[in-house]
């Protein structure tokens, strides 16, 4: 479980939000949803401990991340798979060899096993046949695809993902969304997913936390979210272009 | 209060570095294509940078010191000292302070706008020790190699300019050994090793630290370029007081 408890965080004079207090149960998805410039990504960033609060703590599994030292903070961040925005996949090595990446270090695991769990895993996202294609061979949606695989190939217990479907046509952002359904379903994990596309999050989700005006300004889950009368997150989800149903 | 941060980040830089350098199964593989970036495939622009200051620095010797008193050995005497005490060792550097320090800083800046050493370190990976120590380690390593290299091919490039304006290579060689000390190519082996470590530090940190996508990217290689080859010229002359 992740629990976010009164973070603030400001960059310089520059205040992002504050105050942000919120749960993640095991085996949900939470899909954070705000304008661009929100803070929706430094939110995320602060859940792996990439950036450190001016206030308040992230506790996973009850353990303050912030207090951890390195070594102890590696350990947990074994634990996530983070899909990144461009995919940051590695250029220097292939498509195949991002995925394996993890498994020739964090594991004992011999050369045949490391090829048929990242096989397995690459063909979890449909790209079975990528070979040994290099990174710059790949389109924006292979990217955030194989991104994926390299995220669950170590079988985390919590995926992050920062803006999944973001700069995707809607026919390969619904590739992707398939793809976040099926992991939450099959590999039981809990999920918390940046994004403001809300076609996206309406289909993934089971909850749903609004950053707005510095704050967590609204949370609750998708059906709270068709009957909710607050203004600007109504208001937000009509921006976008999508008509609740 | 930028400075203090810029002192603080980088002393903070090699801490990290210092203590993950135990950490030898995260960096063994990248040690090795370092050792290959940094030193081997060096190699040519050294060894012309060597050849072309020997053989400057004998015709322009030979021109200035036109006096029937001194035996012409004495222009090997001062090329060969010159080359060992100082000239291959910060030429060199001064060279490649702008090919690998450019290198590292883009490589690493590069990785960090586009998220991958965020993805690193969310995998469990300490950063710094896949990407920092094995750069830095091959600059201390490999400076040494490649001062040695410059070294020869100046002498080399002095004998010929010699033999070509009339200055037999025996000659030039004689004086060479006359005024041979072990101890200056010491010497030049410890500027090599602190050279080495300060272009790939301060290259690391630019690259490591960039912020601001490709503009950002590009700033951090033009300042790790610059900052690499005025720390070169500070720690000569901080040497130089201290070692001769």
């Known amino acids: 479980m992740i629990e976010i408890r009164n973070l603030t965080k400001s960059f310089g004079s520059n205040l992002i939000w504050k105050d942000v207090s919120l749960n993640i149960e095991d085996g949900q998805t939470l899909a954070i949803i705000g304008k661009s410039g929100c803070g929706k990504s430094v939110l995320l960033k602060h859940i792996v401990a990439l950036l450190q609060p001016d206030e308040g703590e992230v506790l996973i599994d009850g353990r303050n991340i912030n207090d951890l030292n390195y070594v102890e903070l590696r350990k947990i961040r074994q634990r996530f798979g983070v899909l990144f925005q461009g995919g940051a996949l590695f250029d220097s090595i292939s498509a195949f060899e991002n995925v394996a990446f993890p498994l020739r270090y964090f594991t004992n695991l011999s050369e045949s096993e490391i090829r048929a769990k990242s096989m397995e895993c690459l063909t979890m996202v449909n790209l079975q046949n990528i070979g040994n294609k290099s990174t710059a061979e790949l389109s924006g949606g292979m990217r955030k695809r194989v991104g994926l695989a390299r995220a669950i190939v170590m079988q985390p217990d919590y995926l992050l993902y920062d803006e999944p479907t973001s700069g995707l046509d809607p026919e390969t952002s619904d590739e992707i969304n398939d793809l976040i359904i099926s992991m939450a379903k099959s590999l039981d994990i809990t999920s918390v997913v940046i994004s403001h596309d809300m076609h996206s999050v309406l289909r993934i989700a089971d909850k749903a936390a609004f950053l707005d005006e510095q704050k967590l300004s609204w949370i609750g889950t998708i059906d709270e979210l068709r009957r909710s009368d607050h203004k600007r997150l109504q208001s937000f989800v009509k921006a976008s272009e999508y008509q609740l149903i | ?244």
């Not at chain 2, 050792?35 to 050294?46: A, H, Q, R, Y």
């Open chain 2, 1 to 244: 209060m930028e400075l203090l941060r810029y002192f603080g980040d980088f002393n903070l830089l090699l801490y990290r570095a210092i203590r993950s350098s135990t950490e030898f199964s995260t960096y063994r593989g990248n040690l090795v294509s370092e050792f290959v970036k940094t030193g081997f495939d060096s190699l040519p622009i050294v060894v012309l940078t060597g050849l072309f200051t020997g053989a400057v620095l004998t015709i322009q010797t030979s021109y200035q010191l036109v006096s029937s008193l001194l035996p012409a050995s004495v222009i090997g005497a001062i090329v060969t000292q010159s080359i060992i005490i100082e000239l291959s060792v910060a030429i060199s550097s001064l060279v490649l302070a702008g090919r690998i320090g450019a290198r590292i800083a883009t490589e690493l800046g590069t990785m960090r706008v586009s998220e991958q050493i965020d993805a690193l370190e969310t995998m469990g990976f300490n950063s710094v020790s896949y990407l920092v120590v094995p750069r830095v380690l091959a600059g201390i390593l490999m400076f040494p190699v490649i001062y040695v290299v410059c070294t020869a091919a100046g002498i080399g490039g002095g004998i010929v300019a010699g033999v070509m304006n009339g200055l037999p290579s025996e000659t030039f060689l004689e004086g060479g050994r006359e005024y041979f000390f072990a101890r200056d190519i010491i010497f030049g082996l410890i500027k090599a090793f602190v050279f080495g470590f300060v272009i790939t530090a301060v290259s690391c940190y630019k690259g490591y630290y960039a912020s601001g996508g490709a503009e950002g990217v590009g700033k951090a290689t033009t300042q790790a370029a610059v900052l690499s080859c005025v720390y070169v010229l500070l720690s000569d002359f901080f040497l130089a007081a201290v070692l001769l």
